[in-house]
């Protein structure tokens, strides 16, 4: 019997062996989902900013909130997400970012936080959505030009990124504003020559309010494309996934936007850049 005992070890371990490798084999077999990655029912919480920018973003509707967050939903369904979102002022976002009160940033981009002293760099996906830094005026200020310009009214948590070097240098005075609809009514009621608003939200927020019908873009002042980002310090997976989730649903991300009337700088500037 003591003879045996090495024999049966060696077959019981040959066919542990045989057991162990057919396991390893099914696992390869089957696709390695987000959920694998980072846990069973993943919640991933985004800081989101507060300001209302429908169409693009407003996630403190109840319901509808923006091309944005349809979009973000639609990857987060696909990948088996779940996104919690948290709104706090602009300038809160960055701080809680790094203090790993939130996984994520939204609506970011690389030009808003070069200036910030951190050792832990944002990464950032590829473009979410497309805005326009768009300048307003009164219609009869449609044409005049930047030294035409006394005022200009910036909405808070708004890099301004567009007016930073003709306010330095043809002395144009800031006017700080608590909202974008503020900033607008700013101009309307002539305590601003212009004001810095992204173009989509701007069109909104006038074809949902009367008094301001007479407000129009100038065409001649401060104009840019701008794009938000996701951005995170430490999902890079997450932003690496998004990026595939663009690729492969080309036409779903441009049903939406056409659903929500989003409108590329290219569409509203193109005959003054030709």
């Known amino acids: 019997?003591?003879?045996?005992?090495?024999?049966?070890?060696?077959?019981?371990?040959?066919?542990?062996?045989?057991?162990?490798?057919?396991?390893?084999n099914a696992s390869a077999n089957q696709p390695v989902t987000s959920s694998?990655?980072?846990?069973?029912?993943?919640?991933?919480?985004?800081?989101?900013?507060?300001?209302?920018?429908?169409?693009?973003?407003?996630?403190?509707?109840?319901?509808?909130?923006?091309?944005?967050?349809?979009?973000?939903?639609?990857?987060a369904k696909q990948y088996n997400y779940?996104?919690?979102?948290?709104?706090?002022?602009?300038?809160r976002l960055q701080t809680?970012?790094?203090?790993?009160?939130?996984?994520?940033?939204?609506?970011?981009?690389?030009s808003w936080t070069a200036h910030k002293p951190v050792k832990d760099n944002n990464i950032y996906s590829k473009a979410i959505v497309e805005a326009i830094s768009a300048t307003f005026v009164d219609s009869f200020n449609q044409e005049i030009l930047l030294s035409e310009v006394t005022s200009v009214s910036i909405p808070f948590g708004y890099s301004a990124a567009t007016w930073m070097t003709p306010i330095e240098e043809y002395g144009i005075y800031s006017m700080p504003a608590r909202d974008l609809e503020m900033a607008l009514h700013s101009v309307k009621t002539?305590?601003?020559?212009?004001?810095?608003v992204e173009y989509n939200a701007g069109q909104y927020?006038?074809?949902?309010?009367?008094?301001?019908?007479?407000?129009v873009i100038n065409k001649n002042l401060p104009n840019s494309r701008v794009t938000y980002h996701l951005s995170t310090q430490k999902h890079v997976l997450v932003l690496e996934q998004i990026s595939q989730f663009s690729m492969e649903n080309t036409q779903l991300i441009k049903d939406l936007k056409e659903k929500y009337?989003?409108?590329?700088?290219?569409?509203i500037y193109t005959s003054v850049n030709e």
């Open 261 to 267: 009337g989003l409108q590329k700088h290219q569409d």
């Open 1 to 24: 019997m003591s003879k045996l005992l090495p024999q049966l070890r060696n077959v019981f371990c040959i066919i542990l062996l045989f057991f162990s490798l057919n396991g390893l």
């Open 205 to 215: 927020i006038i074809s949902n309010n009367p008094s301001l019908s007479s407000l």
């Open 96 to 110: 809680a970012l790094e203090s790993g009160a939130i996984d994520f940033v939204y609506p970011d981009h690389p």
């Open 36 to 75: 694998d990655l980072l846990g069973k029912n993943t919640v991933l919480k985004i800081g989101v900013s507060s300001l209302n920018h429908y169409p693009s973003f407003n996630f403190q509707s109840p319901t509808d909130k923006g091309v944005s967050w349809a979009i973000l939903q639609a990857f």
């Open 190 to 196: 002539g305590t601003a020559t212009a004001a810095d």
């Open 82 to 91: 779940s996104f919690e979102y948290i709104v706090l002022p602009p300038v």
